[in-house]
């Protein structure tokens, strides 16, 4: 059971602890919807919807959708959605997609790359509640300060950009002086991971690898299939492509006719989220994120199929425990 203390939007109306992150590229309409529709939160960057236009467009189509599912089976409402809204001066977009975000009063806004007191004070204004993603403590503490809601403590190990620090140790830090909503992320691609979030101290677990060799998810063939054929020891870290540390496929770096083993440090101060290039290298587009948790993932499956595989997962894993 979940801590009857989370905001309901958090809560009520899912089937696993379990947050599906939002990924650059990857996540669309349909990975949302099949997400939320199995019972998990879904979510998608505004930056995702290209051009700006069609971010209501896509927000118009996954609420319909959800409102159908509803319609239909009023014994097993989906769960909510989320948009993540980069808020890096970098992202020329940012208030255009706030004013369409408060528009659909979306329900749960993830913040990334810096925290802003005004756009979590609009999304509150209309009922909305911000989680805003963090690599360390002093970070977590800076976004409560700012007035987010709850973070996403992004460890070692989780795809794209991730910290360095333990999930055990990041989550039983900022649980000395927080006992708000805490989101785990880091290498958490089955339930008894879910079930480890949550005995480390989280509310919710946050997965996304997971999620991108799934027939639904908006990822190259050879993306997918190099997920299926990599395991933990095929990522790397770096910060070439965006300016911020992260974790990509080893597989994709070599493709793009880059050493992983040799590979320079970027300019923080250069970062750039969608449109950096790494050298002649379209990071967006040439250079794959995933994180840890990979060698676990043995097919391309559609959504509903893995949320059921992690649920079961989930369920024996308590089992196991409480017997």
């Not at 909305?128 to 700012?146: P, Q, S, T, Y």
């Not at 070692?156 to 140790?169: C, I």
């Not at 079930?195 to 101290?201: D, E, H, K, Q, S």
Request: charged share 20%; proline share 5%.
């Amino acid at each position: 059971m979940l801590d009857m203390s989370l905001p309901a939007v958090l809560r009520d109306r899912l089937r696993l602890p379990l947050v599906g992150s939002p990924m650059f590229i990857v996540s669309n309409p349909e990975l949302v919807i099949a997400q939320c529709t199995s019972g998990v939160v879904g979510s998608f960057p505004t930056l995702n919807a290209r051009p700006q236009s069609e971010l209501r467009v896509w927000l118009q189509r996954i609420a319909e959708a959800l409102a159908k599912h509803d319609a239909n089976n009023p014994d097993a409402p989906a769960a909510p959605y989320a948009v993540n809204l980069i808020v890096h001066k970098s992202n020329d977009r940012l208030y255009e997609d706030l004013a369409v975000v408060e528009e659909f009063q979306v329900p749960i806004v993830i913040t990334s790359l810096g925290a802003v007191t005004e756009v979590n004070e609009r999304i509150h204004a209309y009922g909305g509640i911000v989680l805003h993603d963090v690599i360390n403590d002093r970070f977590a503490r800076k976004a409560i300060e700012k007035g987010a809601d709850g973070v996403i403590a992004v460890a070692a190990g989780a795809g794209g950009h991730a910290g360095t620090q333990s999930p055990f140790a990041l989550v039983r830090e900022i649980r000395e002086w927080f006992d708000g909503p805490v989101v785990l992320s880091g290498a958490i691609a089955t339930g008894d991971a879910v079930l480890a979030a949550r005995a480390a101290g989280a509310d919710l677990a946050y997965a996304g690898s997971v999620f991108i060799p799934t027939a639904e998810a908006n990822a190259a063939d050879g993306y997918k299939q190099m997920i299926v054929d990599s395991s933990a020891s095929d990522i790397v870290y770096t910060n070439l492509f965006t300016g911020v540390h992260g974790n990509y496929l080893r597989g994709s770096i070599e493709a793009a006719g880059l050493d992983p083993a040799k590979l320079p440090e970027s300019d923080p101060s250069a970062m750039n989220f969608g449109t950096g290039d790494g050298g002649d290298v379209k990071a967006w587009r040439d250079v794959w994120g995933a994180g840890q948790g990979v060698g676990v993932i043995d097919a391309v499956r559609p959504t509903a199929d893995v949320v059921d595989r992690i649920a079961a997962e989930y369920d024996g894993a308590r089992e196991r425990i409480s017997g």
